[in-house]
């Protein structure tokens, strides 16, 4: 699977349906399966969008890194599974449970951010307001990719 990039705007309508923008479905290798599921991040305020495959993937991963005797590992675990498993139907539209909106205040106008491996979806004014914090780019580019001396 090719990584997943672009920042996409959109709205949903009354039901929290979404059509997934053209721009993500050209990068996605859905063939027949059109199944994606949905889960609320652990880092901040937004849903995490993976195909069914790549979820797959994830899964597999954990399990093959997380120590299943361990209870903050089983804890960790369960919570990265914690998803709803979502269809995109004809005209790719994707439905966001009731619950996965609240938890992450969004109501009408969503942005889709590509992510590499899965997408992004964020509150509109949320992800507006992401960089109001004075956060600098630049020092940490330097920090952390910046080469060593």
């Keep these: 699977m090719s990584l997943i990039v672009g920042v996409e705007y959109c709205k949903m309508d009354g039901n929290g349906r979404f059509r997934l923008p053209t721009a993500f479905l050209k990068q996605l290798n859905l063939s027949s399966d059109n199944r994606f599921y949905i889960r609320r991040?652990?880092?901040d305020n937004y849903l995490e969008l993976f195909t069914y495959d790549s979820f797959q993937q994830e899964v597999k991963t954990l399990q093959d890194r997380l120590n299943p005797y361990d209870p903050d590992a089983k804890r960790?675990?369960?919570k990265y599974i914690e998803s709803n498993l979502i269809e995109m139907d004809t005209a790719d539209r994707l439905n966001i449970p009731?619950?996965?909106?609240q938890n992450v205040n969004i109501e009408k106008d969503i942005v889709v951010v590509g992510s590499g491996k899965f997408m992004e979806i964020w509150d509109a004014n949320t992800y507006k307001n992401l960089d109001n914090d004075d956060f600098d780019y630049k020092s940490l580019a330097k920090e952390l990719l910046g080469k060593e001396e």
Excluded: E, G, K, N
Excluded at 98 to 101: A, E, F, K, Y
């Design 41 to 43: 991040s652990i880092y």
């Design 76 to 78: 960790l675990y369960r």
């Design 98 to 101: 009731p619950m996965l909106r």
